[in-house]
């Protein structure tokens, strides 16, 4: 018998049509789907036919929850570099050529959309979200860094909100994602598949049609306090900030970020600084040089066991703690 494709493809009415096939990984991507993703992009590209490109994922539970970690940290732990520099390569090309696409690119989600997920969906021009889309960039939890372009949009939403997500991973429900600007459009998670068939008759213009006012937003009330700690310039004093504000946001956010690897606390916050004033693409090519260096540290492979393989959530992160991590260390890391 033949495997399921991990990607399928079709023509459907007005609109080229991509379903991320891996629901037992919660449709995490690989370097196959990467590759026929790209290419579903390069055919339907120069055709007249398709006016748009949607994209779901399979199963129910997730859109896409990140990428592939468990077999780099399998590289990383053989010494294998190139295999990991071909994987984050072709990722990030396919994020710069999403954002670049001409056609509207639409991504429908609905449940987990981590990491690589927010890498496939974000950078496309649509971005629909169901009561049930969870959107995060929970890498500090596996010492890897926000990347797939996240240094790029983090620190463009609103203040210092972007610091905070790429920092503590917070995740965020739809509705808050439509706030924070990840996603577009709320659209109830009983009228998706509907919207979902409107687009191959009707086109983008289906989705005004579909779309509804968020809920309010559930961190208007931490907006302030949010941007006067992330925004204090230094993850020592964002602490200092976060101890000094005492709020129950603030005791949690505190807690949070003393369970991430403190080196990938430190070099995510200065990498996010840093693409402020980046584009896009030179975003990306800081975050692949930034993977070299992050995927040979120890924290990486343990973390990834620790979070994906054996899911026991103890991570022995060395240095252990913030203060410890000498600063010319993660300096080294972008020299
Ligand atoms: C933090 C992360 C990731 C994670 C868990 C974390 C991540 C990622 C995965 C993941 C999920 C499902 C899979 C898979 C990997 O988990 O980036 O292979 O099937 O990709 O706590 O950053």
Redesign the pocket.
């Known amino acids: 018998m033949m495997a399921e494709a991990s990607v399928l493809m079709r023509r459907d009415g007005r609109i080229g049509r991509i379903v991320l096939n891996?629901p037992?990984?919660?449709n995490?991507l690989d370097l196959e789907m990467i590759r026929t993703l790209r290419g579903a992009l390069e055919d339907w590209r120069a055709e007249p036919g398709p006016h748009a490109v949607v994209i779901e994922g399979a199963g129910g539970r997730a859109f896409c929850?990140?990428?592939?970690?468990?077999?780099i940290r399998q590289h990383a732990l053989a010494g294998e570099t190139e295999p990991i520099e071909t994987f984050f390569a072709e990722e990030y090309a396919l994020n710069l050529a999403i954002a670049e696409y001409p056609k509207p690119y639409v991504a429908l989600v609905d449940g987990i959309c981590?990491?690589?997920g927010i890498g496939v969906s974000v950078h496309g021009r649509y971005r629909v979200a169901t009561e049930a889309a969870v959107f995060a960039?929970?890498?500090t939890?596996?010492a890897?860094l926000p990347d797939v372009g996240a240094t790029y949009f983090l620190p463009r939403l609103p203040g210092y909100l972007g610091m905070y997500l790429a920092l503590t991973?917070t995740r965020l429900q739809g509705g808050d994602a439509v706030h924070a600007g990840l996603a577009t459009h709320y659209v109830a998670r009983d009228r998706l598949e509907a919207l979902s068939t409107a687009l191959a008759r009707d086109g983008v213009a289906a989705l005004a049609g579909f779309a509804e006012p968020p809920p309010p937003f559930s961190l208007a009330n931490q907006r302030s306090a949010i941007d006067h700690c992330f925004g204090a310039g230094s993850v020592p004093e964002i602490l200092a900030r976060l101890q000094a504000d005492g709020s129950d946001w603030a005791k949690s956010a505190l807690a949070t970020l003393r369970e991430m690897s403190p080196s990938a606390v430190l070099w995510s916050h200065t990498i996010v600084t840093a693409g402020a004033s980046r584009s896009l693409a030179q975003c990306l090519e800081a975050e692949l040089a930034l993977t070299r260096h992050v995927t040979r540290h120890a924290d990486f492979a343990e973390?990834?066991r620790a979070?994906?393989v054996d899911k026991d959530r103890q991570p022995r992160w060395q240095p252990a703690r913030i203060e410890d991590v000498p600063p010319e260390r993660v300096a080294s890391m972008f020299a």
């Open positions: 891996r037992k990984a919660l995490a929850a990140g990428g592939d970690v468990r077999a981590m990491g690589g960039m929970p890498e939890a596996i890897m991973g973390g990834v979070m994906v």
